[in-house]
């Protein structure tokens, strides 16, 4: 099913200005807040509100979505899909080989749009209101809690202790470093420690997974582990370069308050064995005469 356009969801025009934008947003996001609205799909509503937001109210984002449609934000649908960088990309089923010709602001070059929105887009009173609620949040206090990169992607309830009194809270799947999520008496900042196998960038998840060079040469499947420890199988085409970076769409970090995701992207290192067998050494000085 296509996804409805952002403009229809907000109610405004293509052309209507920022500060329309946003007094869209405010009373439809007053009215479907699921603290206020109790009706079966206030949550989905309020996310899909939120998600038309993020893009209409981002000049860069919003001009992309004004040429290219929801596409924009499509890794999988063109040269146009995720805007930002020179990315020529080669399909194999569900995967996208990336092969990236400009640096930009992931580890490992390249850029897209993100889908990072508010520090807690439902927490829309201390975004829009002033007055005494604003006062009231102030006089809130703010923790930092440290999550592994694993219970950020999967989500988690801990135990907290707040001014004395235990308390039992739930972070959702997908929050991210420095996001701030305000409970009913005090704010909680994310920060996500560092992971030896995964660097988090935005909602995108990179890692580097080491191949056997005949794997690379003759292709094949290899298993690859994801945050939450399950493995999905890659396909490996014949005479994939060491260093190639290979996009699983939709395989990133959830995104907490609505249906996007971030990208997993795997980058494939030649594994060259420390140490080999006089049949082993043998067969490479063979190929080392045969290499042009």
């Known amino acids: 099913m296509d996804k409805t356009d952002y403009y229809s969801i907000l109610g405004v025009s293509k052309d209507a200005s920022g500060a329309d934008i946003k007094k869209a ?8 807040h699921p603290d206020k609205n109790k009706s079966s799909g206030a949550e989905e509503k309020f996310k899909e509100i939120n998600e038309a937001y993020e893009i209409l109210s981002d000049p860069k984002k919003k001009e992309a979505y004004d040429q290219f449609g929801h596409a924009a934000f499509d890794p999988s649908a063109g040269p146009f899909g995720g805007q930002g960088g020179r990315t020529y990309t080669s399909r194999q089923g569900a995967f996208t080989y990336a092969y990236t010709t400009s640096n930009g602001g992931s580890p490992f070059g390249g850029f897209d749009f993100g889908f990072e929105g508010f520090s807690d887009p439902f927490d829309i009173f201390e975004q829009f209101f002033g007055g005494a609620a604003r006062a009231r949040q102030r006089n809130l206090n703010t923790y930092r809690i440290d999550l592994t990169l694993k219970q950020a992607y999967e989500g988690i309830q801990k135990e907290v202790n707040v001014e004395g009194r235990k308390q039992k809270i739930k972070i ?18 994310i920060n996500i420690l560092p992971d030896d196998n995964f660097q988090l960038d935005g909602r995108d998840i990179y890692a580097t997974q080491k191949i056997a060079f005949s794997t690379l040469v003759l292709g094949g499947q290899v298993s690859i582990k994801g945050v939450d420890d399950s493995s999905f199988t890659l396909k490996i085409r014949k005479g994939t370069p060491s ?28 594994e060259v ?14 190929f080392k005469k045969m290499d042009l």
């Open 25 to 32: 947003y405010r009373k439809l996001a007053l009215e479907w």
């Open 172 to 189: 959702p799947a997908g929050v991210t470093e420095g996001q701030r999520i305000k409970f009913q008496n005090f704010f909680l900042l």
């Open 243 to 270: 260093g190639t970076l290979v996009r699983v769409k939709g395989k990133g970090m959830p995104h907490p308050y609505s249906r996007q995701r971030g990208d997993f992207y795997v980058r494939l290192q030649a």
């Open 273 to 286: 064995p420390i140490r080999l067998s006089r049949e082993q050494r043998q067969l490479v000085e063979q």
